[in-house]
């Protein structure tokens, strides 16, 4: 299926950037110029107003909207469009004066002063009141202006209030969730820990550095609650938008895997799904490779966040942020790269934060499309330029998606849970990277991967991997046997199957209620230190009978139904099982006990693509650090590769000759693809 372009005003890859021309009110003939360069840079839509609240709104209730008008006006007749923000995110110093309430209280109870961004009260009805005033007035000004293709709610929410109206929000939010029963939530949170009983609704507050922090239910709870409360925030500065404009689509910009805020939850709310996108592209101790596979797990996941619809990259920088601890400039080839990375994955966008450096203040130097210099003869400038003529080749891929076989559970709660937990390898959680580790697997091998939280269906999938769902909520662990039953492939991991969805932990046995479609007991878990390792001789043919290293935790297991497949080689474990599969219905159910920090995972699901007849893009072998990735509808299918080393590479593309649509030739067979390349190939 095709899902359409973002806006149908405009049925273009969508190119721009975070644009604040009214810092430059007093600088005559900065508008001309920079409405000159839009012209030179391909550039189609620009974002305003994201922090413009003080110039729109100079003092409570006297508006000014004439330099937004005058953009707004001047987009519209040279045929550029609009993304209009919502001021939210930073607010008038008149406001705080004002109306206190609205200053953010911090976890230790302090109170914020006026100042910085993003560190509003979300339950304060004063700021409720004069953000959705505001949104009203940008809504009913500019409904109908033909520049006007989306909203862009507020900026990066995060964060969370811990003022009196907050812990009254957080105690009425427990009261719904525990039916006004003290007894339940006493019972969920384990409270006959410590003598921490509650009599009192009111003796409940929220966790804090200087008060609660041991009560894994409540700090759960109080998590869940800012996702929710964030939400009714965010929903109510939507309300006049969605009376206004409902034809036009709403987005909040989200942060990769920002754990602060479930963005699964997040995203029913939105139309479209945006994120901001700053990789450390050059890190010298990453590796190329390992950020660009990071950055391709985060773009995937916010393709998945919608169940497949194309997103947009709100922000990126066309050269340097000016926040990561060392400011390397992006190499020859890697602005053009990354960008359309990002469209390889599902973007329909490559947007910039910003689009013109600002002259003063902390962003000063931050990466900009138009630098102090003031003009286009810049690297950078010709970088997006090239972007921007890259992008009008692409219109074909708007609304393109891609419909993987294979899903790996990325689960913001079962995060949240690792990280409160205290007990096996505290120095190496590594939730996140777990998981990245595991998609690796299938990204090195050009097989596509939707992420997913453990509340997504199953049904379209042929392989589901899980590592460390250490939680296991609703009804997940009967949707994943049902999954299996009918033929699928489960993978699970050590520390699986612990705790319901309170951090209270399963009695009778881990994995829990998985411990049934995985065949295993696992009975306890060992934790190394650094510089201590075990490893697993593995007893499949496929994996050669090798030898791989285990790392920081691994389980010690008891077959039930399940085969060993591997087995620890020393420590009192030496011959136990390390790795185990089960059969269960139609399908099969893997246990990898062991964490491994070497390659053990490309090669497992290198096997189990195979195995399974998983359809990668290419039936060519990848050298490494090229990345594979495909979009297509029932029209047409556009494949992406993306050399993401410094070095020519080459690789065979097969017999049938393909659109190379960048470079506009046609090409097959043995193809080389320079240092930072990208091909794009329609089929
Ligand atoms: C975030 C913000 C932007 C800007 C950039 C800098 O993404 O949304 O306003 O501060 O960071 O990288
Ligand atoms: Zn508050």
Redo the contacts with the bound molecule.
């Keep these: 299926m095709n899902y359409g372009p973002i806006s149908r005003k405009i049925p273009k890859m969508i190119h721009g950037g ?1 644009y604040n021309p009214d810092q430059w009110i007093h600088y005559e003939g900065i508008w001309d110029e920079d409405f000159r360069l839009m012209d030179l840079a391909h550039v189609n839509v620009m974002t305003i107003g ?2 413009s609240w003080s110039s729109l709104e100079p003092e409570e209730g006297r508006f000014d909207f004439s330099w937004m008008d005058q953009i707004m006006d001047r987009l519209a007749a040279e045929g550029k469009y609009a993304i209009l923000a919502t001021p939210s995110g930073a607010r008038p110093a008149w406001l705080s004066q004002k109306y206190p309430q609205v200053l953010r209280t911090n976890a230790d109870r302090t109170k914020n002063l006026h100042g910085e961004r993003h560190n509003h009260c979300f339950t304060a009805p004063i700021y409720r009141e004069k953000t959705q005033h505001i949104n009203t007035e940008l809504a009913n000004r500019y409904k109908d202006h033909p520049a006007l293709i989306a909203w862009h709610i507020s ?2 929410f995060s964060g969370e209030c811990h003022c009196d109206l907050c812990q009254d929000a957080f105690r009425n939010w427990l009261k719904k969730k525990y039916n006004n029963d003290l007894e339940q939530l006493n019972h969920a949170w384990w409270t006959s820990f410590w003598s921490h009983i509650y009599t009192d609704w009111d003796q409940i507050q929220a966790p804090s550095t200087n008060g609660e922090r041991s009560v894994h239910g409540l700090t759960l709870d109080w998590k869940r609650f800012v996702t929710d409360q964030t939400i009714d925030f965010m929903e109510n500065e939507m309300k006049p938008l969605r009376e206004l404009t409902p034809e036009l689509p709403i987005t909040t ?1 989200f ?1 990769g895997i920002f754990e602060g805020l479930n963005y699964w939850k997040m995203a029913r709310s939105l139309d479209v799904v945006s994120w ?1 996108s ?1 990789p450390m592209w050059h890190h010298a101790s990453t590796g190329h490779v390992n950020i660009a596979l990071e950055t391709a797990f985060l773009h995937d996941l916010n393709r998945s966040l919608k169940g497949g619809k194309p997103f947009m990259l709100m ?1 990126s ?1 066309p050269s340097v ?3 990561q601890s060392v400011s390397k400039l992006k190499r020859p080839g890697m602005h053009l790269l990354a960008s359309l990375q990002a469209i390889a994955h599902g973007s329909d966008t490559v947007q910039y ?2 689009w013109r450096k600002s002259r003063g203040s902390v ?1 000063k130097f ?1 990466g900009a499309v138009i630098d102090h210099c003031g003009h286009e003869d810049t690297r950078v400038f010709k970088d997006v330029s090239e972007v921007g003529k890259a992008l009008e080749k692409l219109d074909d891929i708007i609304g393109t998606s891609v419909k993987p076989e294979v899903a790996i559970i990325y689960d913001w709660e079962n995060r949240w849970g690792i990280e409160d937990t205290r007990g096996f390898n505290n120095a190496a959680k590594k939730y996140p990277e777990t998981v990245i580790k595991h998609y690796s697997g299938f990204w090195k091998k050009g097989v596509a991967v939707d992420i997913i939280d453990m509340e997504q269906s199953l049904s379209q999938y042929k392989v589901l991997v899980a590592p460390m769902l250490y939680m296991l909520r609703g009804d997940i662990a009967k949707r994943i046997e049902a999954f299996v039953k009918d033929g699928g492939t489960f993978v699970a991991t050590y520390l699986s199957g612990m705790v319901n969805e309170n951090d209270l932990c399963f009695l009778g046995g881990f994995p829990g209620p998985l411990r049934n479609v995985l065949g295993v007991w696992t009975e306890e878990t060992d934790s190394l230190h650094p510089e201590e390792f075990n490893e697993v001789n593995v007893h499949i043919e496929a994996l050669n009978g090798k030898t791989y290293k285990v790392v920081d935790m691994c389980d010690m297991i008891h077959l039930e139904t399940a085969r060993s497949l591997a087995t620890y080689a020393s420590d009192f474990y030496a011959g136990q099982p390390a790795l185990t599969v089960n059969k269960f219905g139609e399908g099969q159910a893997y246990y990898i006990a062991f964490r491994n920090n070497q390659d053990f995972e490309e090669e497992f699901y290198g096997h189990l693509i195979q195995e399974l007849q998983l359809k990668p893009v290419l039936e060519a072998r990848l050298p490494e650090g090229v990345s594979i990735q495909t979009r297509y509808d029932e029209n047409n299918t556009f494949i992406f590769i993306m050399n993401f080393t410094e070095k020519t590479q080459s690789l065979d593309i097969g017999s049938v000759d393909m659109e190379n649509i960048l470079e506009n030739i046609s090409e097959h067979g043995k193809i080389s693809i320079e240092g930072y390349g990208i091909k794009i190939y329609k089929k």
Excluded: L, S, V
């Design positions: 975070d994201i922090f900026n990066e910009n942060m901001d700053y922000e920088t942020t000016n926040w934060f910003q962003e931050h």
